[in-house]
């Protein structure tokens, strides 16, 4: 089974069409938000491994899973002396209203339990804007959730369709593929269509005729 990218499921969360457009049809874009994270990414990489109070951390960790069908990254991997591994992932912004990080967070440690043999009950989510930690349980709800949304991403991937675009100002607007996607559009060509089914009624009505 070909393996799929650990995050196509934040992408997937998302926003289905997203993730569509960048892994069928291959297209991407930047805007300051993914620069940044980028940035940010690459100091989490950059350097070499290292051993600091009895913690081993690994940077830029290769990681795969056959049970999920992913291979991706970690950013940071603790390996601590009694035995606790912890896993990290570095975002610019700040805690969300939904669940994508704790998704990919919580498949990066599913993939290293398959590959280490061993539990890992939670992890960490580092956001830039509030510099801070946020933990997070990798419970059986959360495992669900993940193991659901790689099955949701492989169906989506063997369908090889992309979805039709649907405008949430929120999300599309932060979006960096909005060019390229342009989901107004579609709301247009909606109005567009309805405005025409309206007037061929009206005409239908004048003459008598129905449609």
Same mark, same amino acid.
């Given at each position: 089974?070909?393996?799929?990218p ?5 992408h997937?969360?998302?926003c289905?069409r &997203? ?8 297209v991407w ?10 940035v940010?990414?690459?100091?989490a990489h950059?350097g070499p491994? /290292?051993?600091k ?5 690994v940077?830029?960790?290769s ?8 291979s991706?990254q970690?950013d ?11 896993p990290? /992932?570095?975002?610019r ?5 939904h669940r ?9 440690a599913?993939c290293? /339990?398959?590959m ?5 009950p939670?992890?960490?989510l580092?956001?830039g ?40 100002e929120?999300k ?10 342009m ?5 247009? &060509? ?5 405005w ?9 009505t004048?003459?008598g005729?129905?449609?």
């Open positions: 089974m070909d393996l799929l650990i995050s196509a499921l934040q997937l969360l998302y289905e &997203q993730c569509a457009l960048i892994h069928l049809e291959q874009a930047e805007n300051q938000f993914t620069v940044e994270g980028n940010m990414h690459e100091k950059d491994d /290292e051993t109070a009895g913690v081993r951390l940077r830029g960790l990681l795969k899973s056959e049970a999920l069908g992913l991706g970690c940071v991997v603790e390996f601590h002396a009694d035995g606790v591994v912890l990290i /992932e570095y975002k912004g700040k805690p969300k209203g994508a990080d704790e998704v990919q967070l919580c498949a990066q599913m290293l /339990e398959e280490l043999g061993t539990k890992i939670e992890g960490r580092y956001y804007q509030t510099r801070r930690r946020m933990d997070v349980v990798f419970d059986a709800s959360l495992r669900a959730l993940t193991a659901d949304t790689a099955r949701r991403l492989r169906k989506m991937i063997a369908s090889r369709r992309t979805p039709p675009a649907v405008y949430e929120r599309c607007e932060a979006c960096s593929l909005k060019g390229l996607c989901p107004q559009s579609m709301r247009f &060509q909606k109005g567009a269509a309805a025409f089914t309206r007037q061929m009624a009206e005409l239908g004048q003459s005729t129905g449609f």
